[in-house]
């Protein structure tokens, strides 16, 4: 059984050692452990060796072999605590050198002929009688070892955080190992003059080696106190679970009255059964329960609560910042706490929060500003979790974790945890080294990582708060510049929205009207809001004079949209009111100055139209006292005053067709046949002019209502300004078609020649009274064609284009005779 146990310790420390070695192959520490770890697996096998040789000569040559990997081992252990925790390159060559080669000279006493008295093969063991120079080797070992604590001692005095802690791992297996492996390979045997016990000396530094396994490679380590308690947390667990079950046995026992082997058998297969049921869901309650006795974890976990609570709550982005930093502080206790969040504009990370011991900013991490490609902040980024400076230290390739680990020391930053969100980092935390010097336990960590997410989220919270609340306070200052009134009110018709504007114009005060029903308003303006949120009527502009309280009118446009939900439910409506009393008065202005320009056009045309017909009837007049007795003067006289005046009469009566008839006519109108008759009538002037006129009659059904003669005036106007226009050769033609559309039915004549051009620029101007580029005429044939179309709520307009042509177009709504505009004059 002794023999297993030492090959199974040996296979142990091996696989240890390479395994330790893996997980940082380029960390002295682990270059270190490995080897050491090795020389112990060598030592326990020589150690197993001895037990298992049949010959003295056998157990002669372990036994001298053994001292040269004990050397190693104890030389290692100076080797180690030079360089662990803090080191990650080795001692200097010259002191390693004078370590090893004092380690080999004391292996040399395990080749003294003087050794050993005896050895004695004894179906137990295999006894070895040492002398005098095994003594001078345990000098050695208890010398070395005796070094080695005393420089981690001093070392945990120094150092802090997770560093003591590993300090403390390694100094508690050191000390419980070396006394036991003191007594067994050292004390026992030069008291006793045997080596009984001294496999068990080499078998108990098993110990020391997971431990220091622990602290090496184990990613988060338990301070050694937390350890010690949750120990002391199952030790008493598994004592309460026994002391329950011997409860129960005993009570069986007492209760059945064992009479016979068979009963006693049922009695406790039966109390094993009740025990089994008993104790598996028990011991993790009762474990749990002491656990939460011995450990901070409660007190830990109410200010994550606390803390994590505050922080949701708060939508004030800096607030939220600084209750953040606070929660950390108060969960963690570091030296400081900084948050560094994205500026937006640079990518570079800038302070906005911070807490301190004390409110000593000395003690605050360094950075105030990172930039996107500082070292930490590209660390931090990659990482899934929390980067602390320990884990960069020790796990991290060699090449990544001196840089790092130096700037996180230089910066003061023990932690980084990032703040994500959607997998992009806006922000940094970083935390300083604890006040009380040891390390962030395990549950701490995860902790500060549970609440990075929450932070993150009510940033993003935060700023939605601030966006809504700029958006809201942007649109009430829209709402409150705004010219135009707007009111709003719900699908129960309360008022909910009422601008300044609106209580300028309506003359109510907000308070008169907000949350109040609709029937507070005017009533025009209640029955437009009324309609859009009963049927979803949409209000493009209703007009109407809007009665203020005092009694006042004004002209109002009101135009009014549903409000409307995803769903497509009405939630309300909305209605924009426009005091039209400035525009109203813009307008009258205008038309005023538009009559007034077109009456001084018509006044100098009909000056200069007038005066030429009367100079040659004054000129003849005042020629008449002395030729009057001429009968040719007097009858060219005659003629010419005859054609003058008829030329003053026939402008009289183009004027008088700018105005209203005196006697307007409404009846409907073929179209076809008035386009026939003007044709027919026009026919003797196109051939005269060596010009094809054409009809292209549409069978027009449609009736527009109007007066078929004033109809047939605007034609025949546009139809002798097109042969007019068109040169010999050319072609002119009248079109009629019918039109249909949502906006109502109409009828369409286009009077089209080939040959004319109309720029762009002069469109506009052939309409007005007396223009004209023609030698003859008057300029008022075009004029009247519009005055004539605009009385029949009509349109004419205008397409010409080089190559093409000009096109005239008249179009005729088709609708009831009570529509049509009877112009006064």
């Known amino acids: 059984m002794d023999r297993v146990v030492l090959l199974t310790i040996s296979a142990l420390s091996f696989g240890l050692g390479i395994a330790v070695y893996r997980r940082t192959p380029d960390r002295v520490w682990n270059k270190l452990y490995v080897v050491h770890a090795v020389a112990v697996s060598a030592w326990v096998f020589a150690n197993f060796m001895i037990q298992s040789a049949t010959t003295v000569a056998a157990a002669e040559l372990w036994v001298r072999v053994a001292h040269i990997p004990a050397a190693i081992v104890i030389s290692m ?79 945990r005095s120094r150092l802090t955080g997770l560093q003591r802690v590993q300090v403390n791992y390694v100094l508690l297996g050191w000390l419980t190992t070396q006394a036991f492996a003191i007594l067994t390979m050292v004390l026992l045997p030069v008291i006793w003059k045997n080596g009984d016990f001294m496999r068990w000396g080499s078998a108990s530094y098993f110990f020391v080696i997971a431990a220091m396994a622990y602290a090496i490679a184990k990613q988060r380590l338990l301070d050694l106190r937390v350890a010690l308690r949750r120990g002391v947390a199952y030790l008493l667990a598994a004592v309460i679970v026994v002391l329950v079950a011997f409860f129960v046995l005993t009570v069986v026992h007492q209760l059945l009255g064992i009479a016979s082997i068979y009963n006693v058998a ?56 600084r209750l953040s930093a606070r929660a950390i502080f108060d969960m963690l206790h570091p030296t400081g706490v900084s948050i560094l969040l994205r500026d937006e504009a640079t990518g570079d990370y800038v302070r906005r929060a911070s807490k301190s011991a004390g409110d000593d900013q000395s003690l605050l991490p360094d950075p105030r500003m990172l930039s996107k490609y500082h070292i930490v902040v590209r660390a931090v980024a990659q990482a899934r979790g929390v980067v602390t400076r320990d884990e960069i230290f020790r796990f991290r390739s060699l090449a990544k974790a001196r840089p790092l680990a130096e700037t996180m020391s230089q910066l003061r930053v023990e932690m980084v945890a990032p703040l994500k969100w959607e997998d992009e980092l806006v922000g940094l935390v970083c935390i300083g080294p604890k006040m009380s010097e040891e390390m962030y336990q395990p549950e701490e960590i995860e902790r500060l990582r549970s609440m990075m997410p929450l932070i993150s989220l009510a940033m993003q919270n935060a700023n939605l708060y601030a966006e809504m609340v700029g958006m809201k306070e942007y649109s009430e200052a829209i709402l409150r510049e705004m010219e135009s009134g707007v009111i709003a009110g719900d699908a129960e018709g309360d008022i909910f929205l009422y601008n300044s504007a609106a209580e300028r114009i309506i003359g109510l005060s907000r308070d008169e ?106 000129t003849f007049a005042e020629l008449l006292p002395t030729r009057i007795d001429d009968e040719e003067f007097r009858s060219t006289f005659l003629e010419t005053a005859t054609d003058e005046i008829e030329r003053i009469d026939q402008l009289v009566r183009q004027l008088m067709m700018l105005s209203k008839p005196a006697n307007a006519v409404a009846e409907p109108v073929d179209v076809d046949r008035v386009c026939k008759a003007v044709v027919r009538s026009a026919s003797a002037q196109a051939e005269s002019k060596q010009v094809e006129l054409t009809a292209k009659l549409g069978a027009v059904s449609q009736r527009p209502v109007g007066d078929e003669s004033r109809l047939h005036q605007a034609v025949v106007n546009l139809v002798n300004n097109a042969l007019q226009a068109e040169s010999a050769g050319g072609r002119v033609e009248v079109i009629t078609e019918e039109v249909r559309g949502v906006n109502g039915n109409g009828v369409l004549i286009r009077v089209h020649n080939l040959s004319s051009y109309i720029p762009s620029r002069k469109v506009d101007e052939i309409f007005k009274p007396f223009y004209t580029e023609k030698p003859e005429g008057t300029g008022l044939g075009l004029a009247i064609c519009q005055t004539i179309i605009e009385e029949h709520n009509g349109k004419i307009r205008v397409r010409s284009e080089p190559g093409s042509g000009t096109e005239f177009v008249i179009e005729l709504p088709v609708q009831t005779s009570e529509h049509l505009v009877n112009v006064e004059t």
């Open 77 to 155: 252990c100076i080797d180690f605590v030079w360089v662990f925790p803090e080191r990650i390159d080795f001692a200097p060559w010259q002191q390693r050198a004078i370590l090893y080669t004092i380690g080999l000279l004391f292996a040399t006493v395990g080749f003294s002929p003087d050794l050993y008295s005896s050895i004695e093969l004894t179906p137990a063991t295999v006894l070895v009688h040492y002398r005098w120079p095994f003594a001078v080797f345990g000098v050695f070992t208890v010398f070395t070892l005796g070094a080695a604590d005393w420089l981690l001692l001093r070392k």
């Open 266 to 321: 049922l009695a406790y297969l039966l109390a094993g059964i009740f025990m089994g049921f008993l104790v598996v869901p028990l011991l993790p309650v009762v474990t749990a329960m002491l656990e939460r006795t011995f450990s901070s974890e409660e007190q830990l976990q109410e200010l994550f609560s606390v803390g994590s609570a505050a922080i949701l709550r708060t939508l004030d982005i800096n607030e939220l910042l």
């Open 513 to 618: 009207v907000l949350h109040k029903g609709l029937e507070v308003l005017p009533t025009s303006v209640a029955q437009c809001l009324r309609r859009a949120i009963e049927v979803g009527e949409v209000g493009s502009g209703d007009r109407f004079d809007l009665r203020r309280p005092d009694g006042q009118r004004i002209p109002v446009a009101c135009s009014t949209s549903a409000l409307t939900s995803t769903s497509g439910q009405t939630g309300g409506a909305v209605a924009v009111i426009n005091d039209l009393t400035v525009i109203q008065q813009l307008e009258y202005e205008r038309q005023e100055a538009e009559r007034l320009g077109l009456m001084r056009v018509l006044t100098a045309g009909m000056a200069h139209e007038i005066r030429n017909p009367l100079v040659a009837i004054r």
